[in-house]
């Protein structure tokens, strides 16, 4: 209903705008197929079987300025894998304050990494796809506030950006999407460049509450007729230490980017923790290199993921827990393990002044369930 009210809202704005402000239209595609290279195995949502939806993607930018230094933003979606439901991913007012500052309110991007900006735009990057190792925490936006401002100091350019709001919306748990919540998200991003080089920094926080309750550990056997059961032996601690009710979160990110027309080399490392819960620290890094030969660009990229499970929450309780309850709480705090490393080749060709032909493969050893897959996709990225 929220999104409904959200919606008609900015359709209002932009109309009533539309009679008296300038209205500008953008927008970008992603047509993208894949097949996993091997049976039983998938990656990235691909099976054995030729797919063209699952990453193919269309949307739409409408920017409406209302004068006296106001403006208002909307990015409607069209997904794929949704079906190509189309919905508001962003809508957000923005006030200029001045020059190099101006503030936005609404539903934002949330700024963890480089390309968070630019995630579903193909276009902006050489890769098929943005790596999911690190870009794939599996939320993107906020409802909230933001402030930019940028600076010139000498040769240093400056982009900061301060964030503030909450994110209501879905959570994976034991491969269930359950509700969840993240409240009081309070961060920053701050970003610097000189020539060739950038580099740039970020880290946020808030109060993450998920409903685990109804994810399934075994058939018939949920969360929450665990910690009814734990409770009943008066292991009403060791419910705390596994239930995610507005726990302190926090994301920290780091990345650095070189760029001098001909060579192209990327990398970001980011870390993410959610206090006493089950939820894996999770610690990640891609590290990324293209060459441009004119306008062909093949690139290679390596992705690691190390989340390690809290086994700290379950060994004090292996003498105290009968096995049936023992082996529940091990499988659920060992969900969020994850071992994996990810080759990445592909190339790049800009075959039109708003359009590139990608191919990619990748081959990803997931160490965890002893298992590696492989992928094989290309796609065509536009903007218009």
């Known amino acids: 209903m929220k999104k409904k009210v959200l919606v008609l809202a900015l359709l209002s704005c932009f109309a009533a705008g539309s009679v008296s402000a300038d209205v500008s239209i953008n927008g970008f595609a992603s047509i993208k197929g894949g097949m996993a290279t091997s049976k039983d195995k998938p990656l990235y949502g691909y099976d054995d079987n030729l797919d063209f939806k699952n990453e193919s993607l269309f949307a739409l930018q409408v920017k409406s300025d209302l004068g006296e230094k106001l403006s208002i933003t909307g990015q409607l979606v069209g997904r794929g894998s949704k079906d190509f ?39 902006a990057y050489d890769w098929l796809r943005v790596p999911q190792g690190v870009y794939g925490l599996g939320f993107d936006n906020i409802e909230g506030l933001s402030f930019y401002r940028t600076a010139q100091y000498g040769a240093i350019e400056s982009t900061l950006q301060v964030v503030a709001g909450a994110y209501d919306g879905k959570a994976t ?9 993240i409240n009081n998200i309070l961060g920053l991003s701050w970003e610097v460049a000189q020539g060739n080089l950038s580099a740039r920094f970020a880290y946020l926080i808030g109060k993450v509450t998920i409903a685990a309750e109804s994810a399934s550990i ?22 705390g230490d596994i239930d995610i009710q507005e726990e302190k979160g926090a994301f ?31 610690n990640n890094y891609y590290v990324s290199l293209g060459k441009r030969f004119g306008s062909f660009t093949p690139y290679v990229s390596y992705e690691v993921e190390d989340n ?5 929450i379950f060994q004090p309780f292996q003498t ?12 659920l705090v060992r969900t969020q393990e ?10 790049r060709y800009d075959f039109h002044p708003a359009a ?9 050893d997931n160490n965890t369930s002893g298992v590696r897959s492989g992928l094989i996709a290309v796609g065509i990225d536009l903007v218009f």
């Open 308 to 312: 390690d499970s809290r086994d700290d």
């Open 252 to 282: 920290l990110g780091f990345g650095v980017t070189y760029d001098n027309g001909d060579w192209i080399a990327v990398a970001e490392i980011t870390k993410v923790e959610v206090d006493d819960s089950f939820i894996a620290d999770q």
């Open 85 to 123: 439901d189309v919905g508001f991913e962003w809508a957000f007012l923005t006030y200029q304050l001045a020059d190099n500052m101006h503030i936005n309110a609404g539903r934002l991007r949330t700024p963890f990494y480089k390309f968070s900006d630019f995630k579903d735009v193909g276009y």
């Open 173 to 181: 748990v034991s491969g269930l999407e359950v509700d969840s919540e």
């Open 218 to 239: 075994a058939p018939g056997f949920t969360v929450a007729n665990l910690f009814t059961n734990l409770n009943g032996l008066g292991l009403s601690n060791l419910v």
């Open 320 to 331: 105290v827990l009968p096995p049936q309850l023992l082996l529940p709480v091990q499988g």
């Open 338 to 347: 994850r071992d994996a490393k990810t080759w990445n080749i592909g190339a």
């Open 356 to 364: 590139a032909f990608k191919v990619q493969y990748s081959s990803e």
